[in-house]
Nanobody, 129 residues
Framework: QVQLVESGGGLVQAGGSLRLSCAASGLTFSSFAMGWFRQVPGKEREFVAAISRSPISTYYADFVKGRFLLSRDNAKNTVYLQMNSLKPGDTAVYYC??????????????????????WGQGTQVTVSS
């Protein structure tokens, strides 16, 4: 079955960096656009970033533009979220997700969690002030 396993979360001071990884199995990874969302207790899960299938396009939430960089390695079935200049407001559980295989990802629909078919269990990121 499809599995998405996130790793790389942890505790970091404000201004620091973390790199999250999402390793996928059970699917033809290169055929899927991939996304990252985050959630804090009591709030809706929110879009962070997404990356399309080839040819590559990337999409970011406004609050991470210029700080986060999303990339993928199809040979390793892995997507990476490099997070720089972290702020306490970035504290959340970060989830990796695989976009619907049957829909074409656009700059609009990649931001909707309802468009994703598969989800990981999440990894906690805590940024201290």
């Amino acid at each position: 079955q499809v599995q998405l396993v996130e790793s790389g979360g942890g505790l970091v001071q404000a201004g620091g960096s973390l790199r999250l990884s999402c390793a996928a199995s059970g699917l033809t990874f290169s055929s899927f656009a991939m996304g990252w969302f985050r959630q804090v207790p009591g709030k809706e899960r929110e879009f962070v970033a997404a990356i399309s299938r080839s040819p590559i396009s990337t999409y970011y939430a406004d609050f991470v533009k210029g700080r986060f960089l999303l990339s993928r390695d199809n040979a390793k079935n892995t997507v990476y979220l490099q997070m720089n200049s972290l702020k306490p407001g970035d504290t959340a559980v970060y989830y990796c997700a695989a976009f619907s295989r049957v829909r074409v990802p656009t700059s609009t629909n990649v931001r909707s969690q309802g468009e994703y078919d598969y989800w990981g269990q999440g990894t906690q990121v805590t940024v201290s002030s």
